[in-house]
Each structure stands twice: as structure tokens, then as C-alpha cells.
T-cell receptor, first 114, second 113 residues
Framework: AQTVTQSQPEMSVQEAETVTLSCTYD???????LFWYKQPPSRQMILVIR??????QNATENRFSVNFQKAAKSFSLKISDSQLGDTAMYFC???????????FGTGTRLTIIP | GAGVSQSPSNKVTEKGKDVELRCDPI?????LYWYRQSLGQGLEFLIY????????KSGLPSDRFSAERTGGSVSTLTIQRTQQEDSAVYLC???????????FGPGTRLTVT
């Protein structure tokens, strides 16, 4: 079974600063995917970034990047130049190749302070 | 293009009543997922459809919960004899399998009084 752990229930940062959200996971599979999803107050889950476990290169999407440490089973999200619109719940999630259901962490509530 | 839609947006029901929650996936997406988001349990998987069949129902919490999908499109999650612990946001997601990226609907907030 997969487990995903987010140890930071809440974080806050000043606008324009950089923030890193932590995530660790556990799986016995070799092929899996890791995701960060954002959930604003509207409840709509939005994919922020995706990482295939077989890729060594860390994924980046504009201001969002990950630090994927496969041996340590760590998958942190870095948000650069944070904006007010980044305020949301952030969920780390994983899925196994061939079994696409997502296993989620408990989330980190991120607040960007103007 | 249209995203995943869910209806109703909010549902208040009395304990013991049956409810039906609907999900319209993105057109052409073959896989559909139901998740439940509650304060006590976080986000948890309920059931997965590939086409009209459900190869993984492992997350359904009790036999009061059932789901079906017809025409490889719309799915309905039914909760019979609702209990207060069923109060949660029920999220639906669909995917065409590419990169395992799931697209979520806005959810249905169910409140059982």
C-alpha cells in the first residue's frame, strides 16, 4: 500500500518570497507517479506539477519546481516569487503505474501574505 | 473545452434518506474516479471505472455505497440510508490515461442532518 505524508499543516509566506512544501511517500513499486495538486476555496483540485519516478530530472512548471529524491522518497514543492493567487491547500499525491488511483497526503494550507 | 462537472453542487439530506450524486467527465475520457474529502479522513479513493466496468471498488466504505457508469460517460454515486458520517465533499475525476493526469470536478458537498 502507498502512503503519503505531509508534515506541515499550515504555512505562510510574504508575497514574492519563495516557499517549499514538504512531502514524503512510501511505496514498494518501482514505477509510479507523483503529483502536487492545489485546492483553492472554490474546491476545484488543480494539477500543479507531475513527476514520473523513472525520470531523474526534477519537473518544473514556470514558478513551480520539485525536488525529487527517489532514494529518500521525498518530493518537495518549491514555489518561487509567490503570488496572492497561490493561497490554497496543497496536496501531495502518488499513483502506481497500472493502478491510477491517487493516494493523497493530508495537505498543507498555504497563505500568501500581501 | 468543458471540464468535469458534478451535480448537485450542494446537497442537504436527512439521515436515513438515499442520495444520488452525478458526475459528467470530460468527453472522451475513459477512466473515471470518485474520491471523498472529509475533515476526519482527508482525501480518500472510493471507486474507479474503466469504461463502464469498475475494476477497483476497494474504497467504498460500506455496502450502502454503490456507483455505476453508463455509456462510458456519466457516473452516479448512490448512498443509501445516509448517516451523519457520510457528510463530506465528494469529488469526481476523469483521465484519458496520458501521464496519469486526473482532471477534477468541483465536487458535491453532502450534508446529512
Amino acid at each position: 500500500a502507498q502512503t503519503v505524508t505531509q508534515s506541515q499543516p499550515e504555512m505562510s509566506v510574504q508575497e514574492a518570497e519563495t516557499v517549499t512544501l514538504s512531502c514524503t511517500y512510501d511505496t514498494s513499486e518501482n514505477n509510479y507517479y507523483l503529483f502536487w495538486y492545489k485546492q483553492p476555496p472554490s474546491r476545484q483540485m488543480i494539477l500543479v506539477i507531475r513527476q514520473e519516478a523513472y525520470k531523474q530530472q526534477n519537473a518544473t512548471e514556470n514558478r513551480f519546481s520539485v525536488n525529487f529524491q527517489k532514494a529518500a522518497k521525498s518530493f518537495s514543492l518549491k514555489i518561487s516569487d509567490s503570488q496572492l493567487g497561490d493561497t490554497a491547500m496543497y496536496f501531495c499525491a502518488s499513483s502506481n503505474f497500472g493502478n491510477e488511483k491517487l493516494t493523497f497526503g493530508t495537505g498543507t494550507r498555504l497563505t500568501i501574505i500581501p | 473545452g468543458a471540464g468535469v462537472s458534478q451535480s448537485p453542487s450542494n446537497k442537504v439530506t436527512e439521515k436515513g434518506k438515499d442520495v444520488e450524486l452525478r458526475c459528467d467527465p470530460i468527453s472522451g475520457h475513459t477512466a473515471l474516479y470518485w474520491y471523498r474529502q472529509s475533515l476526519g479522513q482527508g482525501l480518500e479513493f472510493l471507486i474507479y471505472f474503466q469504461g463502464n466496468s469498475a475494476p477497483d471498488k476497494s474504497g467504498l466504505p460500506s455496502d450502502r455505497f454503490s456507483a455505476e457508469r453508463t455509456g462510458g460517460s456519466v457516473s452516479t454515486l448512490t448512498i443509501q440510508r445516509t448517516q451523519q458520517e457520510d457528510s463530506a465533499v465528494y469529488l469526481c475525476a476523469s483521465t484519458n490515461g496520458q501521464f496519469y493526469e486526473q482532471y477534477f470536478g468541483p465536487g458535491t458537498r453532502l450534508t446529512v442532518t
